[in-house]
């Protein structure tokens, strides 16, 4: 029985969270034994019940304080803190594998050092900054058979090797692509086998309301929908909250679209989903959405930006529309031939659902993970 030392950062909801429970159950499937640092604001009723559930053994792990917050460099001396802070966890535990999975790039790589076999999760791409130097010398310092980066997305691979200057440790890098959320309500999967009466057409996004998600460009490609197709016959749904919030809906009051809502954080992301007729992503930055792959799998046609690993969920023209960053028009074209070509939005559905079947099934994600962890422990 392998012994995991796991440390994940993760907000309330998000991608973050989700791979957080996806690797806690894949774990006791296995029967692995597990014990997880957390941060105190990470710890909340879901968490506390997963790992009771589990039977896991969970740990608070110590804040860096105020006053320290202030030396330089800040990276360097905060690095130093994760890994003295948690150097104890470790001889308590002496785990097989230390696993940190983040979705901020560099956080907590010091633990690197770690005499036990190691991996890293990064759910973002790597962007220079003056951490850059420090996070290259301890990758080449340390990257190899018995210490590894996982990441979600063949773009994200790319982005790690070229930001970080990694072209001689790429077989150190391995890509698993993330799977739905959606697993624990049902297995029901796309089942719809004719065009039923739809009386509004029901286009969603979900996720932070954040810069780097295109909100406002959103509000815009919804603003040109509407000079095509009756604002009675289609309806605009975002569901997420963040920074943006407020601002989304003042802006969307003032511009008089009544068809245009932000609901905030909606938990049931299934049945949110489900509700929708088609997808709409256009990101700014996207490493992997898990998001887009929730809609692929309840057949929904969709239509995403030309960025990150998204073209890699998304086959242009086949499972859906992947068009140029920031190409509003074109991305309201793409909507409103979906709105208005019934069997072309349940084909364009079924082929996302085969897609989603054949490549980013849980199934899938579960063979690879398994066969990732018996290599590393094997080294």
């Given amino acids: 029985m392998a012994k995991i030392l796991l440390i994940p950062e993760f907000s309330s909801y998000g991608g973050t969270f989700t791979y957080f429970k996806d690797v806690i159950n894949f774990y006791y499937s296995l029967k692995y034994e597990v014990t997880v640092v957390l941060k105190k604001e990470q710890l909340n009723q879901e968490v506390i ?6 039977k896991y053994i969970y740990f608070i792990s110590p804040e860096v304080k105020k006053f320290f917050k202030k030396f330089k460099p800040k990276f360097v001396f ?6 003295f802070s948690l150097l104890p966890f470790y001889f308590k535990i002496k785990p097989d594998i230390t696993v940190v999975s983040t979705g901020t790039s560099g956080n907590l790589l010091s633990l690197i050092f770690l005499p036990s076999k190691f991996f890293y999760v990064l759910h973002t791409c790597p962007i220079k900054s003056k951490r850059t130097f420090f996070i290259r010398l301890l990758l080449k310092l340390n990257l190899g058979k018995r210490k590894k980066i996982l990441t979600v997305s063949e773009f994200s691979k790319k982005e790690i090797i070229k930001v970080w200057g990694l072209l001689k440790k790429e077989e150190y890098i391995n890509v698993i692509y993330n799977t739905s959320s959606i697993k624990e309500k049902s297995e029901k999967i796309f089942k719809n086998e004719e065009i039923k009466s739809i009386e509004k057409i029901k286009i969603l996004t979900v996720g932070h309301l954040r810069w780097y998600k295109n909100p406002l460009l959103w509000i815009e490609v919804a603003k040109i929908i509407n000079n095509s197709v009756s604002s009675e016959k289609v309806e605009f749904v ?12 003042n802006l969307v009051k003032n511009l008089d679209l009544n068809n245009v809502k932000f609901i905030g954080f909606q938990k049931e992301i299934e049945d949110i989903i489900n509700s929708c007729d088609i997808y709409f992503q256009p990101s700014i930055i996207e490493n992997f959405s ?3 792959l ?13 960025v990150g690993g998204l073209p890699e969920a998304v086959k242009n023209n086949e499972t859906g529309y992947v068009v140029g960053m920031n190409n ?9 031939l979906l709105i208005k070509d019934d069997n072309l939005r349940l084909d364009i559905g079924k082929a996302g659902n085969n897609r989603f079947k054949n490549y980013f099934s849980y199934g899938i994600w579960y063979e690879k993970m398994i066969k990732f962890h018996e290599n590393l422990l094997k080294n």
């Fill in 49 to 54: 019940e997963l790992i009771n559930k589990c």
């Fill in 78 to 83: 905060t690095s130093l803190f994760d890994f």
């Fill in 238 to 249: 975002w569901a997420g909250d963040g920074e943006l919030l407020k601002e989304c809906r």
């Fill in 290 to 292: 898990m998001c887009v």
């Fill in 294 to 306: 929730d809609a692929m799998r309840l057949g929904k046609s969709c239509v995403v930006s030309e």
């Fill in 328 to 336: 509003k028009k074109e991305m309201a074209e793409k909507i409103v």
